[in-house]
C-alpha cells in the first residue's frame, strides 16, 4: 500500500546483488566507487533536464507571458496570458559539480 517502484525488490539500483557472499556487505564498509549491480553506474549525477524553455524568439525563461488589452463596458484593461505554445524545451545541462543521486542509500552526516 502506497509502496514506491524504484524500492521493489530485485530492482533496487545502488544494493548489492543480493548474495551473501559478498565480503564488501559487512555493513561497515560503504564504498563509494562502483555500484555492483550495475557496473557502469555511479552515485553521483552529472547532468539533468531543465525547467527551461525557449519561445520563437529564442528568449529562454521558466515561463512566458504575452499582454493582451480586454475592453469591458467601455474600459480598457491589460492582462498578462500565459504562452504555452511552440515553446521548446532547453533539454538536458550538464550541472557545473556533481551531486550524489536521491536513491543512494548513505549517510552523508550524522549529527
Known amino acids: 500500500m502506497g509502496g514506491s517502484g ?12 543480493g548474495s ?10 560503504q564504498s563509494l566507487a562502483r555500484v555492483r549491480s550495475f557496473p ?11 525547467s527551461l524553455f525557449f519561445d520563437e524568439d529564442g528568449d529562454l525563461a521558466h515561463e512566458f507571458y504575452e499582454e493582451t488589452i480586454v475592453t469591458r463596458n467601455g474600459r480598457k484593461k491589460a ?8 515553446l521548446t524545451p532547453q533539454g ?10 536521491v536513491d543512494f542509500p548513505v549517510v552523508i552526516c550524522e549529527a
Open 40 to 50: 557502469g553506474a555511479t552515485p553521483f549525477v552529472f547532468t539533468r533536464r531543465s
Open 92 to 101: 538536458i545541462i550538464k550541472l557545473d559539480h556533481p551531486c550524489i543521486h
Open 79 to 86: 492582462k498578462l496570458k500565459k504562452i504555452q505554445k511552440n
Open 6 to 17: 524504484s524500492k521493489s525488490k530485485g530492482f533496487w539500483p545502488f544494493s548489492g546483488s
Open 20 to 29: 551473501s557472499d559478498d565480503p564488501t556487505k559487512d555493513g561497515n564498509e
